[in-house]
């Protein structure tokens, strides 16, 4: 045993074991989060219960199941619940989705199953996903156009006029979204950039009465422009309006749900496999292209991937030539003295410094001091309003920056330090400059290392949430960082971002049983976005790496 000992063979199984374990756990975690989070978009049946209560009478129910789980008797309120027919210690309950939030004053509700007298799937039941309120449980009986019956469920017909309907409806509503969104978005930003001009031009002294008969000719024709697509927009939304599904809810009274509202309708419970299949990769299209709604605990996620993907681009180009210009004068420059010794443990201590910090130096430099200094030298006809000294993309993406920085220099001092002295030796010797041989032969083999350094700063900064809390992330963006005014890249606007918005809609949303499911999807997308960021960085560095491997050589 001592001599197995001697030869190191323990510590090798023990190294393999621990690598194992480690693999296993984080694959678990990521198969775990996937699991709960993606299996939100599968439908669910829609059951139709009855239940009876403490005082004899029976309750109707319409929704889905969200949740079970197995609880001891003693754990339920003797007050609500009638417990003298359940002879056994543990009892099964179901977390039910009942939505129809005009009528019942929350969405989910605990139902014992000894309590439940009849449980049914019908056929007919319907989910109408709508734009406000969230979901409507019913049995959908007309279709109506402008208050008068056009479809019947008798009808053989039914469900082709109704979901002609609805896709009528959603297109139009579309066009109108898009029509707010682009052409009259776009006025109203040339109707503020004219009113910041005749500003500037007046504090410049140069407002003269030709330049303000100029200003006043460009904004009347933007005002014209605005009532055409106004009338336009009015058109659209009143198309929208003329038709509506007559639907019996939980109450078996009929509720008029105006179509303009509904997103999607669909039968659950009359869905084979493949329908299934189906809804369920459009639902997790629509998560991933739309936008959020109902406080986050509603629609999609797209401004926060873009945001997310958008500010980590924005600081790997901050970074990366920062990062490395520093390690190259570190390496290749400085002489080792005190000086650059004090500089090496900075750059290390660096590292381990909380990001919060960063994020308080970020708002108090960056922002106040860097982005005032801005506002009153290019911008001061916007004041006091703000336009870079407030929290936006361009001072999140320079405050990871820094924080990753380390990262980034560290990484790219050994890769220099790997290049053997012969090649510069080599180089010099031919004549090359020590510019150039920096430029041409040692930056192109120590670029896997920089690569590699830049992966660790994505990982790092693509989760990272509590400075950006303090220098531009926000719970809803009305606009993106990038659209078609002029000059196209806002890197003043705020944006939103993954990690924030699990926080926010996990710990901040009023309706935490409806954020809980999406809390998973968000982050296993957030794990998607990360590993696809570090796939791309890692193929470029394979490129680099077998293009300059016969330098090394």
Do not use: C
Not at 263 to 277: C, I, Q, S
Not at 301 to 310: E, K, L, R, S, Y
Not at 398 to 411: D, E, N, W
Request: glycine share 8%.
């Amino acid at each position: 045993m001592k001599k197995w000992f001697r030869t190191g063979k323990p510590w090798i199984w023990l190294t393999a074991g621990s690598v194992s374990i480690s693999l296993i756990a984080v694959i678990g975690l990521v198969i775990m989060i996937g699991w709960r989070g993606l299996s939100f978009f599968w439908p669910s049946a829609i059951h139709e219960m009855d239940i009876k209560q403490a005082d004899g009478s029976t309750k109707h129910i319409i929704g889905e199941v969200y949740d079970s789980e197995v609880v001891p008797t003693t754990r339920l309120p003797q007050s609500m619940v009638d417990l003298a027919d359940i002879e056994s210690e543990t009892v099964t309950r179901y977390l039910m989705k009942i939505g129809n939030r005009e009528y019942v004053p929350l969405d989910f509700t605990w139902v014992l199953e000894s309590l439940v007298t009849e449980d049914t799937t019908p056929k007919d039941m319907a989910v109408i996903e709508r734009s406000k309120d969230g979901n409507f449980y019913g049995r959908i009986t007309a279709v109506t156009e402008n208050g008068e019956v056009v479809a019947k469920q008798s009808d053989e017909d039914f469900r082709k006029v109704m979901f002609e309907r609805v896709e009528r409806a959603v297109e139009l509503n579309e066009q109108a979204m898009g029509l707010q969104e682009g052409e009259i978005s776009s006025i109203n930003y040339q109707l503020n950039e004219l009113s910041l001009e005749r500003r500037r031009l007046e504090l410049q002294g140069e407002l003269t009465e030709q330049a303000i008969v100029d200003l006043q000719a460009q904004r009347e024709q933007l005002n014209a422009d605005y009532q055409v697509y106004e009338k336009e927009l009015f058109d659209l939304r009143e198309q929208a309006q003329r038709d509506a599904l007559i639907v019996k809810d939980f109450r078996g009274e009929d509720v008029k749900v105006p179509m303009y509202r509904v997103l999607d309708v669909n039968f659950p419970n009359d869905m084979g496999f493949f329908a299934k299949l189906g809804h369920f990769f459009q639902q997790i299209g629509k998560f991933v292209s739309d936008d959020p709604r109902e406080a986050n605990t509603e629609g999609g996620v797209f401004p926060a991937i873009f945001g997310t993907v958008f500010m980590v681009l924005l600081m790997s180009i901050i970074v990366t030539p920062f990062g490395v210009v520093a390690a190259v004068y570190l390496h290749e420059y400085a002489g080792k003295n005190p000086v650059t010794k004090l500089i090496r443990i900075a750059v290390i201590n660096l590292a381990g410094v909380p990001s919060i910090v960063y994020g308080v130096f970020g708002l108090g430099f960056f922002v106040y001091m860097v982005g005032g200094s801005l506002d009153q030298i290019f911008y001061p006809e916007a004041l006091p309003n703000p336009t870079f000294g407030t929290p936006g993309v361009l001072w999140s993406a320079v405050t990871l920056a820094i924080l990753t920085l380390p990262v980034v220099i560290v990484s790219t001092e050994e890769g220099l330090s790997r290049i053997p002295p012969s090649l510069r030796e080599g180089s010099l010797s031919l004549g090359a400059t020590k510019w150039e041989t920096i430029w041409r032969i040692i930056l192109p083999m120590a670029s896997p290392a920089i690569m590699t350094g830049l992966i660790l700063a994505v990982a790092r900064a693509a989760g990272e949430v509590a400075p950006l809390m303090l220098v531009g992330v926000v719970k809803s963006a009305p606009m993106l960082p990038v659209d078609g005014n002029f000059p196209y890249l806002h890197l003043d606007r705020k944006f939103m971002h993954l990690g924030f918005h699990i926080y926010d809609v996990g710990f901040q949303s009023p309706n935490v049983e409806a954020a809980r499911p999406l809390v998973y999807a968000t982050s296993f997308l957030l794990i998607t976005v990360i590993v696809g960021l570090n796939l791309t960085a890692i193929g470029v560095r394979n490129h680099l790496r077998e293009k300059y491997r016969s330098l090394e050589h």
